[in-house]
């Protein structure tokens, strides 16, 4: 986590800020890119993002399939049938 977390602050310039059990990083120059991070199990991070597909979460996504990771897209509305 911590390698992931200062690989997107160098990429981006933002620093991440640990508030309670996750990392929120937020862009400084529009507070609505913003989105928490934390680690479930040894292996899955989950993101958290309630907008709009921003520069920052672009960024941290690349950054994480840089290091050999990968994404999939959830949506809680799948769980409301």
Same mark, same amino acid.
């Given at each position: 986590m911590e390698e992931i977390l200062q690989r997107v602050?160098?990429?981006? $310039? #933002?620093?991440p800020v640990y508030l309670a059990d996750k990392w929120l990083l937020t862009?400084?120059?529009n507070?609505?890119? #913003?989105f928490s991070l934390y680690q479930e199990d040894n292996h899955k991070l989950i993101l958290m993002n309630d907008g709009p597909m921003t520069t920052l979460l672009r960024a941290t996504l690349y950054t994480l399939i840089e290091? $050999? $990771?990968y994404y999939a897209e959830w949506d809680i509305s799948s769980l409301e049938s």
């Amino acid at each position: 986590m911590e390698e992931i977390l200062q690989r997107v602050s160098i990429r981006t $310039g #933002i620093e991440p800020v640990y508030l309670a059990d996750k990392w929120l990083l937020t862009n400084p120059l529009n507070q609505e890119d #913003i989105f928490s991070l934390y680690q479930e199990d040894n292996h899955k991070l989950i993101l958290m993002n309630d907008g709009p597909m921003t520069t920052l979460l672009r960024a941290t996504l690349y950054t994480l399939i840089e290091m $050999g $990771g990968y994404y999939a897209e959830w949506d809680i509305s799948s769980l409301e049938s």
